[in-house]
């Protein structure tokens, strides 16, 4: 008398065409049938299925503590996706859009300003954008600075670090500045 075994829509057929989960569930039995014992497909899942319930098992049976530092993991991943803020909608030359996160606008907007000889970009924020009258996306931006305490002329720093800024919006990210709320900080001295 042949024995025949159904499988349910959710069974992963092996390329023998035997389910897998026929093959889970005979992974106790001390003999492979016929079917089981000669074809490659089944030998192969039985011994993955048999090593990932060992593998189980041993976890089971031996939990380790978590990690000391899981919870500020945890919350470093929390607080990186609360910062990631809004998503601006960006039009490429290819047919779609994009969406940019104002934490990414930021990013770079803060390391144009961080090439001014003499600046340290302290904080940038994306804080308003809507589009233009000619279709592109306008920002306004806040961004504070400190500038080394040598620095001849802060005003033409100030300059140089909008110059950037403005130039980075548009070839870097494809937007357009608005405004730049820019703010000096703080003074600071190099280290030597």
């Known amino acids: ?17 035997r389910g897998l989960e026929q093959v889970w569930d005979s992974l106790d039995d001390s003999e492979a049938d016929a079917h089981e014992s000669s074809c490659p497909h089944c030998a192969a899942a039985r011994e ?17 503590p978590p990690p000391p530092d899981l919870f500020g993991r945890i919350m470093s991943a929390v607080r990186a996706d609360v910062r990631r803020g809004r998503t601006l909608t960006l039009d490429t030359p290819h047919p779609g859009a994009i969406q940019v996160s104002e934490q990414a606008i930021a990013v770079v907007l803060r390391f144009a ?30 961004m504070s600075i400190a500038v080394r305490h040598d620095v001849p002329d802060i005003d033409d720093v100030v300059t140089l670090v909008r110059e950037r800024v403005r130039a980075a919006a548009s070839a870097r990210v494809g937007v357009r500045l608005g405004t730049l709320d820019l703010v ?3 003074l600071y001295e190099e280290q030597r």
Do not use: Q
């Open 1 to 17: 008398m042949a024995v025949t075994h159904s499988t349910t829509d959710n069974d992963y057929l092996l390329p023998c065409g």
């Open 48 to 64: 993955s299925l048999l090593t990932l319930r060992n593998a189980t098992r041993e976890l089971v049976d031996e939990p380790d």
């Open 113 to 142: 300003a961080d090439t001014v000889d003499g600046v340290r970009a302290r904080g940038c924020r994306v804080h308003s954008s809507e589009p233009g009258d000619d279709g592109e996306l306008v920002i306004a931006v806040e």
């Open 184 to 186: 000096v900080a703080d």
